[in-house]
């Protein structure tokens, strides 16, 4: 029972200092839903690039290449991509004022489809083991 109540008291004091620190440091935050959907959209070309840079697959076949591309076109798009969105969204409430930049909010975007890419890879894995 003292346990319990220690836990309880324990995250009840960590969740009040991560709220006070957040609410003291957080930069005031205009949540636009489209224009942030549309510029995270924007970032996944650049993350595709990227990725198709890889010195791996310069060494294979170009069909290989284009199996990759369309696959991650067919996983990626659609969907609300609310748990990508969520890591620039909180970047701009959680980032102090004055070391908040451009770059850095372009570096969670990119940190948003790199949450995106795993989620779907956990989902696909899932729907496979399901079905074996």
């Known amino acids: 029972m003292a346990k319990a109540i220690l836990r309880k008291t324990l995250f009840y004091?960590?969740?009040?200092?991560?709220?006070?620190?957040?609410?003291?440091?957080s930069a005031p935050v205009t949540f636009d839903q489209y224009k942030n959907q549309k510029m995270f959209s924007d970032v996944q070309s650049e993350v595709m690039h990227s990725l198709m840079d890889n010195p791996k697959l310069k060494e294979?076949?170009?069909?290989?290449?284009?199996?990759?591309?369309?696959?991650?076109?067919?996983t990626l798009e659609g969907?609300?991509?609310?748990?990508?969105?969520?890591?620039?969204?909180?970047?701009?409430?959680?980032?102090?004022p004055k070391h908040f930049t451009e770059e850095?909010?372009?570096?969670?975007?990119?940190?948003?489809?790199?949450?995106?890419?795993?989620?779907?890879?956990?989902?696909?894995?899932?729907?496979?083991?399901?079905?074996?």
């Open 13 to 25: 004091s960590q969740y009040r200092t991560l709220y006070q620190t957040a609410v003291k440091y």
């Open 60 to 74: 294979q076949s170009p069909d290989v290449k284009n199996w990759i591309v369309r696959l991650l076109d067919y």
């Open 79 to 96: 969907g609300k991509r609310s748990r990508g969105l969520v890591v620039p969204f909180a970047y701009e409430m959680m980032e102090d």
């Open 104 to 132: 850095n909010l372009h570096r969670a975007r990119i940190l948003g489809w790199v949450v995106e890419i795993a989620r779907e890879t956990l989902l696909g894995d899932r729907t496979v083991d399901y079905i074996n």
